[in-house]
Structures are given as C-alpha cells and as structure tokens.
C-alpha cells in the first residue's frame, strides 16, 4: 500500500519554460520521504535530531512522462521496492489529476549523522518500511 503526498507547484519550482525544472522532482521526493516517516513518534526530525539516523540517497533512477506547471497540485505516491538491512528502495510515483507524470526510484542508506557511517535500520523505520513494501 503506497502513502500518498499531495502538493501544489510553487513559482519557485518552474523554470524559463514555465514547467518544474526537473531537479525539483527530487526536492519532491524528500519532502515526500520526510512526510512518510512522520508515521514514527516525532516525523522525520526525531529521527535526524534527536536519534542521529540520515537517509542520504546513494542510487537515483528518473522517467518523466507528463510536465508540472505553477498552480498544478500534484500526488506523490510512495511506495517501498526493497528492504535490506541497512538500506531500502523507495518507489515514487508522481500524477496531475490521474495522468503519470514522473517515476523515482531512489535507494537510501541509514546513517549515523555524526560519523557518516551506516547502521542497521531502526525497528521502527523497518516495520513502517515493510507495511509499503511493493513490487514497483
């Protein structure tokens, strides 16, 4: 079951042609990403702040099949490919009003913020992870 993130397209997001410049679908998926986690006790900032534990992204994958313009409020579903232990795949799927219109499929790595080092995945990240694995 994918978790499901709406935003609207900000004049900040669009570029000379008047579409998102498509860095900004991966500006996206974070805020996605950090909406997810705010199914643990605190969101993602109890996880950055107070335990020490970063997603940083280490594999990134794009298709874009439909342009975002300003004013149109967009979906991001999320889902989960793969959980190692130590890393996942997340799944994001982007629509305007039903019509595909960007795929991400982006691996992250649980990190300890101070020493830049990786860590096994939290059991609480794990569980909420395994309740959107999918095959995306």
């Known amino acids: 079951m994918a978790f499901r993130f709406t935003r609207a397209v900000r004049f900040e997001d669009v570029d000379v042609a008047r579409i998102v410049f498509f860095a900004r ?3 996206y998926c974070h ?3 950090e909406a ?3 199914a643990l006790p ?3 900032p109890d996880l950055i702040l107070k ?3 970063g997603f940083p992204v280490v594999h990134l994958e794009s298709d874009f099949s439909s342009p975002l313009r300003y004013g149109d409020v967009f979906d991001v579903d999320v889902s989960v ?3 190692g232990a130590k890393s996942c795949t997340f799944c994001y799927e982007f629509s305007n009003a ?3 219109v960007a795929r991400v499929t982006q691996v992250v790595v649980a990190t300890d913020i101070v020493s830049l080092t990786s860590v096994n995945l939290p059991d609480d990240v794990r569980a909420l992870l395994q309740r959107h694995l999918v095959s995306c």
């Open 42 to 44: 605190h969101g993602y």
């Open 98 to 100: 039903g019509t595909p």
């Open 51 to 53: 335990r020490g534990v």
């Open 81 to 83: 490919k793969r959980v």
């Open 36 to 38: 997810f986690f705010g």
């Open 25 to 27: 679908f991966f500006n």
């Open 31 to 33: 805020e996605a990403m």
